[in-house]
């Protein structure tokens, strides 16, 4: 991805990522924190990403059998993506009693 951002891969991996960061702080400070009927969908979608980003680091590595970026931290995003998608897939209502970020 960083390539599509910018000749310098660093560079176009420090946009992606802050940009990314910055999306899902505003996910959780915003939908999710305030009930919003859309959190439990930006919930499902950072499921989603975290399981795709991590599969795609792990195949990576795999495919040309090396350490490549990312794969220590690949196992980790999974299982806090599975951890999501158990809580989420839990919830009785789709905020719960106490709401989706457990405030109201």
């Known amino acids: 991805m960083s390539g599509f951002l910018s000749i310098d891969r660093r560079i176009g991996f420090t946009v992606f ?3 990314l960061v910055g999306f899902g702080l505003w996910c959780y400070f915003d939908p999710v924190r305030h009930a919003r009927r859309s959190a439990l ?4 979608f950072w499921v989603v990403l975290e399981m795709l980003n991590g599969a795609a680091h792990m195949t ?7 350490y490549r970026p ?7 995003l999974v299982a806090i993506a599975l951890v999501l998608a158990w809580e989420l897939r ?4 789709p905020f719960g009693r106490r709401g989706l970020a457990g405030t109201q």
């Open 17 to 19: 990522n802050a940009a």
């Open 41 to 44: 969908a930006l919930a499902w």
């Open 60 to 66: 990576w590595s795999l495919s040309v059998r090396a």
């Open 70 to 76: 990312g794969l220590a931290t690949a196992p980790v």
């Open 90 to 93: 839990h919830l009785q209502k």
